[in-house]
């Protein structure tokens, strides 16, 4: 049973292009997390959907910043017009159930030049 | 929101050592999780605690879910140079949609 599946690994953008970040939760999983590392930092809770829906994007910047889950293919974070304050590492997580424990993925380090 | 004050922030250990690491919020959660994460990847789920005043082990790694459910510690008893990385507590509160509320990480890092 595959684990949580992120690309890509790396991903370098210029100032104002736009990022996608791949996750593919875990089979069974329908509930998918995304999450921000900054360096030297834990990480912080930007969006949490179950398919087709958005939960909670309370940790989701109101401008640039969008998730979907889609009912066929994977979890898409996507972000529009990146600025170097984005450049972060995005980790993706999924659960079975609402209350069950998570299980990451490895990341996308994106660096904003 | 919810914050989590994980101590200490590093620490050195020597091979064989027992080392502590412990999560105090200002919130109730009813869920705490320890993760370890390595350079370059995401969190690996150690233990989960699910009740107040529960300890559970995991080879050398003991957790213990805090009586108040505001804190938890973690202990590496016998502590080997692959212990080395990042420890998180994690804490989970259906009052925040079930979603991870994460410490700031205690860095463990080998003795020169």
């Known amino acids: 049973n595959a684990g949580v599946m992120q690309n890509p690994r790396h991903l370098v953008r210029r100032r104002g292009q736009e990022a996608r970040l791949r996750c593919s939760p875990m089979?069974?999983?329908?509930?998918v997390y995304w999450y921000r590392q900054l360096p030297e930092e834990g990480l912080k809770f930007m969006v949490y959907?179950?398919?087709?829906?958005?939960?909670?994007e309370s940790g989701m910047p109101k401008e640039r910043f969008s998730a979907e889950f889609p009912k066929e293919g994977p979890s898409i974070l996507r972000i529009q017009q990146v600025v170097r304050g984005d450049s972060a590492a995005y980790f993706c997580?999924?659960?079975?159930?609402?209350?069950?424990?998570?299980?990451f993925g490895s990341g996308t380090q994106l660096s904003v030049l | 929101g919810q914050q989590l004050n994980q101590s200490p922030q590093s620490m050195f250990i020597q091979e064989g050592e027992d080392v502590s690491m412990n999560c105090t919020s200002s919130?109730?959660?009813?869920?705490w999780l320890w993760y370890k994460q390595d350079p370059g990847e995401g969190p690996v789920l150690l233990i989960a605690?699910?009740?107040?005043?529960e300890l559970t082990s995991n080879g050398r790694l003991t957790a213990q879910f805090g009586i108040t459910r505001k804190d938890s510690f973690l202990n590496i008893s016998a502590s080997i140079p692959s212990d080395v990385g990042i420890y998180f507590c994690?804490?989970?509160?259906?009052?925040?949609?079930?979603?991870?509320?994460f410490g700031g990480g205690t860095r463990v890092l080998v003795k020169p």
């Open positions: 997580a999924s659960s079975p159930y609402v209350d069950e424990k998570l299980f």
């Open positions: 994690a804490g989970q509160s259906a009052t925040a949609g079930n979603k991870l509320t």
């Open positions: 919130s109730i959660f009813n869920t």
């Open positions: 959907l179950q398919k087709e829906n958005i939960i909670d």
């Open positions: 605690l699910y009740k107040a005043g």
């Open positions: 089979k069974g999983h329908s509930h």
